[in-house]
């Protein structure tokens, strides 16, 4: 196995006991690769970054995160989820909210020390909010928000950072500004991020993972204007096929 | 309110009463204030109400009813955190049908004790009057546990509260930290349970908490002005019950209700204007 292969995945199949969620995946990511990640909704996208994570178990095939099992490397993916799952009148502040990501990392008794409060530090300083440390949470703005639950999952000195759809609700400028620091952090960290924008990102990406119950990768110098359309657009086309055929 | 005073300053059952009014508000700020951002006042409510099967048996076998409360607490707390982790369709109805059948174990024991009744309202409605020195005991051995496990596991639990999806991501064992909280609650009901009795333990439980949350910036403040808002609920629900010789127990919930009303409505009208 090559040295510089950070996620491989071979002959993966998943189902909810029903039907296949995801068929016959295979990808291996390389480190620092910027990989994007579409689909239509429910296409699988979650669900595979779920078994990367380790939270789901494949019902067959082979996942092979940093080399090892994804249970025993899952303290080395920073995550950023789709929807945040917390309320946003919850009595917390940005340092710690950003101090969480150290959980797993620091030792489990007793309160977060000075190397989780310097690596946390760090964090809000590479994505621009160390200002904002005091701010409750819910006083913040919509892109705000994003770039501290970004510092969250970069505040365990991941190697490999997963964002599901980490520009949703913001606007076309907040995407720009999130995406450059992205860019800036996949110089040092593999990054797969899931979004619906492949147009805007195919600037930043190197290699598009397509998914919807297969998987199908192409490399984003093969990917320009109408080719991305055409691709996206026949990626939509089978959602709609799906409704039909579900709802019969 | 003089009365009252030289009723504290010379008998011993006031003191008894502050100082339990004092050790319960410590359980009931730190914990409630957990219960309150978890949002699970009815998972803590059906907790409350279920112990009453526990007293009951405890009062027919003729045993401290307290062994029954914490007994029952601690079984029911495990239920109840099992039927949320592993059956959250259904999870509101379940823990209803426990509430209620808890509660109807209870009476059905009391009613098979002979010269029932007596103590039936001290259960329900708590008697902080009532309470000795080894209460007092008990109430601050509770209280030094529930501050231990809280102090050695603040970050796990602020986690849990917070963003149960992003703490299982981090390795933490989440459903055993979530019975382990329930304990916890289960433990805080039982104090509560002598102070303001069953029926009324989550208003106590919950109201301090929540008065704080309109104020506060972090969790670990909630449970301090939520602490000393407790402390002022329960000595200014005896204060103003000594003098016309009312419960103290609704009193102090009564206290508690119209201040989180006032505060609620304060802290909206503040931001609209």
């Keep these: 196995m090559s040295t510089n292969s950070v996620i491989k995945i071979k002959n993966l199949d998943f189902s909810f006991g029903g039907p296949k969620i995801l068929e016959n995946i295979e990808i291996d990511i390389q480190r620092n690769e910027f990989i994007g990640m579409v689909g239509p909704n429910g296409s699988g996208k979650t669900t595979l970054l779920k078994i990367i994570m380790g939270v789901l178990i ?51 008794i007793g309160f977060f020390n000075k190397s989780d409060k310097r690596a946390a530090e760090k964090a809000m300083n590479d994505v621009e909010v160390l200002d904002l440390r005091k701010r409750v949470i819910g006083s913040l703005s919509g892109g705000q928000l994003q770039r501290v639950l970004i510092a969250r999952a970069l505040t365990c000195e991941p190697q490999i950072m997963i964002l599901d759809e980490p520009t949703a609700n913001v606007d076309m400028k907040v995407e720009k500004d999130i995406f450059d620091l992205l860019k800036q952090l996949n110089e040092k960290i593999t990054i797969i991020v899931v979004t619906h924008d492949i147009g805007f990102i195919s600037q930043y990406i190197h290699r598009v993972a397509c998914i919807n119950r297969t998987l199908t990768c192409h490399p984003t110098s093969e990917l320009t204007g109408e080719t991305i359309e055409n691709m996206y657009g026949s990626h939509m086309h089978m959602v709609h096929h799906h409704h039909e055929g579900e709802k019969k | 309110m003089s009365n009252f005073i030289d009723a504290v300053s010379s008998q011993a059952f006031m003191q008894n009463a502050i100082f339990g009014g004092i050790l319960a508000s410590v359980a009931c700020g730190v914990v409630g204030s957990y219960v309150v951002v978890k949002r699970i006042g009815y998972l803590a409510g059906g907790i409350a109400h279920s ?38 369709q259904q999870e509101d109805t379940v ?71 992003f703490a299982r991501l981090r390795g933490i064992p989440v459903e055993r930290f979530y019975l382990l909280f329930l304990i916890l609650v289960a433990l805080t009901v039982v ?35 939520a602490t000393v808002l407790g402390v002022l609920f329960t000595s200014g629900g005896l204060a103003l019950s000594y003098q016309p010789d009312l419960p103290p127990g609704p009193t102090i919930i009564l206290i508690a209700g119209a201040f989180y009303l006032v505060s609620l409505l304060v802290t909206r009208f503040g931001k609209k204007a």
């Design chain 2, 51 to 88: 112990v009453m099967g526990g007293m009951g048996i405890a009062y027919y076998l003729d045993r401290p009813p307290i062994e029954g409360a914490l007994v029952a607490a601690l079984v029911f707390a495990l239920i109840l955190g099992w039927v949320s982790l592993k059956m959250q």
């Design chain 2, 95 to 165: 823990i209803g049908a426990l509430w209620a059948g808890g509660m109807a174990v209870g009476i059905l024991f009391i009613s098979q004790t002979p010269g029932y009744s007596a103590d039936l309202m001290s259960f329900l409605f708590g008697n902080i009057l009532m309470i000795s020195s080894d209460d007092l005991i008990w109430i601050g051995g509770l209280d030094i546990f529930i501050l231990l496990i809280v102090f050695l596991f603040y970050k796990q639990f602020l986690a849990l509260s917070f963003d149960e999806e």
């Design chain 1, 58 to 108: 494949p019902d067959k095939g082979s996942v092979k995160v940093l080399g090892n099992p994804p249970s025993q490397s899952v303290q080395e993916i920073g995550y950023m989820p789709q929807f945040a799952s917390f309320s946003r009148d919850f009595p917390i502040n940005v340092e710690d909210t950003v101090l969480m990501g150290r959980l797993g990392k620091t030792p489990s």
């Design chain 2, 191 to 225: 104090i509560l349970i002598q102070i303001v009795g069953l029926i009324l333990v989550i208003a106590l439980l919950t109201l301090p908490a929540a008065v704080s949350g309109h104020y506060v910036r972090s969790l670990s403040l909630m449970m301090g002005l």
